[in-house]
T-cell receptor
Framework: AQKITQTQPGMFVQEKEAVTLDCTYD???????LFWYKQPSSGEMIFLIYQGSYDQQNATEGRYSLNFQKARKSANLVISASQLGDSAMYFCAMREAPSRQGGKLIFGQGTELSVKP | EAQVTQNPRYLITVTGKKLTVTCSQN?????MSWYRQDPGLGLRQIYY???????DKGDVPEGYKVSRKEKRNFPLILESPSPNQTSLYFC????????????FGSGTQLSVL
């Protein structure tokens, strides 16, 4: 069954340091999309970064990069130079094929990141 | 600006009083969907729509209705809300392909007393 696993319920990082948030996934589909979203305390869901299953290179978006290891089925998020505003809940998600409920997003349970000054 | 607009942001109601949460997107997206987020249960899909007049059930459709009369709008209707529908609701949209990101609305925090 399709599944996303985030094993770190909470993490702390010192301001200006880098942090890695772990995500593993399970799917039998050859084509899928992997996403990271940020949810601050205000509640909205903010898109951070995307990796396609056929992409050869790891995705990067500013301070965010995705460490994609397809054989290990992992899609870890790396945040470089952490800022206080990075404190939030982070969700890893996988988008299934359109045949599966229109391509719904399956979310992990989330990792709460706290950045210390 | 490309966005998904959800209203209201906060809503407190009483059991049995019909309500509608509106959702509108300005990106001409075919696909729209509703999710609810609950502590310990994560985000779960309620309903989705692949295009105008095409809607289908997600994982937790009981107690909800939707309609897709126009491409841009996808309202969520609770005909007789109950306390177990107290939750944070998100509307989302995307182009149809599975490798496209979902754009989320800002969420609706619903409390049913």
């Amino acid at each position: 069954a399709q599944k996303i696993t985030q094993t770190q319920p909470g993490m702390f990082v010192q301001e200006k340091e880098a942090v890695t948030l772990d995500c593993t996934y399970d799917t039998s589909d050859p084509s899928y999309g992997l996403f990271w979203y940020k949810q601050p305390s205000s509640g909205e869901m903010i898109f951070l970064i995307y990796q396609g299953s056929y992409d050869q290179q790891n995705a990067t978006e500013g301070r965010y990069s995705l460490n994609f290891q397809k054989a290990r089925k992992s899609a870890n998020l790396v945040i470089s130079a952490s800022q206080l505003g990075d404190s939030a809940m982070y969700f890893c998600a996988m988008r299934e094929a359109p045949s599966r409920q229109g391509g719904k997003l399956i979310f992990g349970q989330g990792t709460e990141l706290s950045v210390k000054p | 600006e490309a966005q998904v607009t959800q209203n209201p942001r906060y809503l407190i109601t009483v059991t049995g009083k019909k309500l509608t949460v509106t959702c509108s997107q300005n990106m001409n997206h075919e696909y729209m969907s509703w999710y609810r987020q609950d502590p310990g249960l994560g985000l779960r899909q309620i309903y989705y729509s692949m295009n105008v007049e095409v809607t289908d059930k997600g994982d937790v459709p009981e107690g909800y209705k939707v309609s897709r009369k126009e491409k841009r709008n996808f309202p969520l209707i609770l005909e007789s809300p109950s306390p177990n529908q107290t939750s944070l609701y998100f509307c989302a949209s995307s182009v149809r392909q599975s490798n496209e990101k979902l754009f989320f609305g800002s969420g609706t925090q619903l409390s049913v007393l």
